[in-house]
């Protein structure tokens, strides 16, 4: 009788011994899978930090953006909606029409090309910026300054009526627009 009961100890400890083993394997795979992901959760880096041009500067690189004909030196799918009111392929044309006019500025682009844009993917190719000859836009000061983004960073009764984000709109804000907005 004592050989079943130390075998039925023996089986106990083994148990519980497995228990705190997957319990503390589990646990230890959960926190490398949270530390691994952690980095994977750090914010987008803005859209004028992936353009570049030896010799400019950030400033020179939202400058050119804005004379290209972006909404924004970050522009989002939305902008492009509450600036311009494009939708879907409309806003991916004028996107890599913007897009070429940078690069033929001299800036290049740390993702892809406007050239990689259209041939990598087919459903792009029928758009009119990825035909031989698309219409470019030239940098404009005039179109930067007179850019949606310029006008909601200068004028309080534009962004009232045009932002994402109408509440955001600070009436003291304009007495010192960004740099990329002035002449």
């Known amino acids: 009788m004592s050989d079943k009961r130390d075998d039925g100890h023996r089986i106990l400890r083994m148990q519980h011994k497995h228990g705190v083993l997957t319990y503390v394997y589990l646990l230890s795979s959960i926190s490398l899978l949270l530390m691994s992901c952690a980095k994977s959760f750090q914010p987008v880096a803005p859209s004028y930090m992936f353009w570049s041009k030896p010799g400019k500067s950030e400033l020179d690189v939202k400058k050119a953006m804005l004379e290209c004909g972006k909404p924004s030196p970050d522009p989002t799918i939305e902008m492009y909606r509450l600036a311009y009111g494009l939708y879907d392929d409309e806003r991916l044309n004028y996107y890599i029409t913007t897009n070429k006019c940078m690069e033929l500025s001299g800036y290049t ?27 470019i836009p030239k940098p404009s000061i005039e179109r930067r300054l007179n850019s949606w983004y310029c006008k909601l960073k200068t004028d309080y009764q534009y962004c009232l009526k045009h932002a994402v984000n109408p509440p955001a709109c600070n009436p003291e804000g304009y007495k010192n627009p960004p740099p990329e907005c002035l002449p």
Request: hydrophobic share 15%; glycine share 4%.
């Open 109 to 135: 682009s740390k993702h892809v090309s406007s050239y990689e844009s259209c041939m990598r993917y087919p459903e792009r190719r029928y758009l009119s910026s990825c035909q031989p000859g698309a219409k």
